[in-house]
């Protein structure tokens, strides 16, 4: 199922606006601070609905999904990806350095703070181990994987036992740097489905499928996901303000 995409390097982009009372002049411009990558194969593994890749232009994607219905749901978001229903944690073993870039959303509900805080704490949820498949990832990527990679994942309720980036709510483990970015109020404890779908840009309407909340939920702002794969590709966002009186 794969196909040639041409593949696009970041553009110089520059905008310009004034103000009324002075003169302002904002020069908004990307640059790299890194070399442009030519990425054209990515492994997304835990896909889910595919929150992260929803922006993401010129580029193979090869996703990674267990449960065959959200892997249906998102072949119908991303009919050109190649979805591989199985294990993603035995896939990343196997076939890591098949490809550019490598995202990984691991499972996050074993090291959250709304399950340790609000259910556990508070409603007698049994508690687990938390799952070190997470950090048995991280490490994986760290010494044996030669390209950009991410481990995504919520903040948790302990200090993390490698630490990460803070990118909003999520923990990010990667060997690149990564500018923070505002993605808003996930609002995730008290959202509602159809608040979830907005936030997210994903309609479920049409699928019959049990806890949509959760799977939105679950799902990577597409904005961050974008911000993330663009600074994989070496482009940042830098914006500097002259006044002239």
Request: with cysteine.
């Amino acid at each position: 199922m794969w196909k040639n995409y041409p593949m696009q390097y970041g553009e110089m982009r520059i905008g310009v606006v004034s103000s009324v009372l002075l003169i302002q002049l904002n020069v908004i411009w990307t640059r790299t601070w890194r070399t442009l990558r030519n990425i054209k194969n990515v492994l997304n593994l835990y896909s889910g609905l595919g929150g992260n890749r929803m922006l993401w232009e010129d580029v193979r994607v090869t996703a990674i999904e267990l449960n065959p219905e959200i892997a249906g749901i998102y072949s119908d978001f991303y009919p050109e990806d190649e979805m591989v229903i199985g294990d993603a944690h035995e896939y990343l073993l196997k076939y890591y350095d098949k490809y550019d870039f490598i995202w990984s959303s691991p499972p996050c509900q074993t090291h959250s703070q709304i399950r340790y805080n609000l259910g556990v704490k508070n409603r007698g949820t049994k508690a687990v181990y938390p799952d070190m498949k997470l950090y048995e990832e991280i490490l994986f990527l760290q010494w044996y994987y030669k390209g950009d990679w991410i481990v995504e994942n919520t903040r948790g309720f302990y200090e993390p036992l490698i630490p990460p980036q803070f990118i909003g709510s999520h923990y990010i483990w990667s060997n690149f740097h990564i500018q923070d970015i505002d993605t808003g109020n996930r609002n995730h404890r008290d959202g509602t489905v159809e608040s979830l779908q907005k936030r997210k840009q994903i309609d479920l309407s049409k699928y019959d499928i049990i806890n949509k909340r959760q799977l939105l939920r679950n799902c990577v702002e597409p904005e961050l996901g974008l911000h993330i794969f663009n600074q994989a590709k070496g482009i940042k966002i830098q914006t500097n303000q002259l006044t002239i009186f």
